[in-house]
């Protein structure tokens, strides 16, 4: 799986847009690039995942350079309940793999 | 559908003692797997299974047993639990293992102290 780079932490205000980056260098040709949000006390729950380009859903979007060895979680407008650990996750979009999760980004969202 | 379920939600252990911890799901999923969450560690993969009768090994896995008798179910037993087990205890299941292609559902943890 491919090694990946986030931020450790990251702090904003309500209503603001909220861009996490991924870095990850040596992202082969067949991966996939996945985040998770994890809110406290719960589980991880997957949000969105991406190729290349752009990939928007209701919670958020994900912005893949051309040559795909970063990527971009944006949340737009957040609020106090988009406080979260966001994981990102780079492997291959099938086979035979478990899955990495990293130490993720803390987003502190504050009033 | 309840998804994917964890029991106890929180538990006490002597050192020496001896646990199961439960996790259900009532989605038809072949993939099942057991992460610990520690503070500033991110969540580390103990035990995983492919289908009933299949378990594998994951990044931690030892002190911890599993066994996979039926699709629903894949308790985590702590033979001898020990102070380095305190965490916290995450069940996921997806419908294959699959890779980053297959949404993981997570349970809602178990915490775990072991004095």
């Known amino acids: 799986l491919a090694k990946t780079t986030q931020p450790i932490s990251m702090d904003s205000y309500e209503g603001q847009e909220v861009n996490i980056t991924c870095s990850h260098n040596n992202i082969a040709t067949n991966d996939y690039i996945t985040w998770y949000q994890q809110f406290p006390s719960q589980g991880p729950r997957f949000i969105i995942q991406?190729?290349?380009t752009k990939v928007t859903n209701e919670v958020a979007s994900l912005f893949i350079p051309a040559d795909r060895k970063s990527s971009t979680l944006s949340l737009p407008r957040v609020s106090l309940s988009d406080t979260a650990v966001y994981y990102c996750l780079v492997g291959p979009h099938s086979g035979y793999s478990t899955l990495t999760f990293g130490k993720g980004t803390m987003l502190l969202v504050s009033p | 559908n309840a998804g994917v379920t964890q029991t106890p939600k929180f538990q006490v252990l002597k050192t020496g003692q001896s646990m199961t911890l439960q996790c259900a799901q009532d989605?038809?999923?072949?993939?099942m797997s057991w992460y610990r969450q520690d503070p500033g560690m991110g969540l580390r993969l103990i035990h995983y299974s492919v289908g009933a009768g299949i378990t594998d090994q994951g990044e931690v896995p030892n002190g911890y047993n599993v066994s996979r008798s039926t699709t629903e179910d894949f308790p985590l037993r702590l033979l001898s639990a020990a102070p380095s087990q305190t965490s916290v205890y995450f069940c996921a299941s997806s419908y294959s293992m699959g890779g980053v292609q297959e949404t993981q559902y997570f349970g809602p943890g178990t915490r775990l102290l072991v004095l």
């Open positions: 989605m038809n999923h072949e993939y």
């Open positions: 991406g190729y290349k």
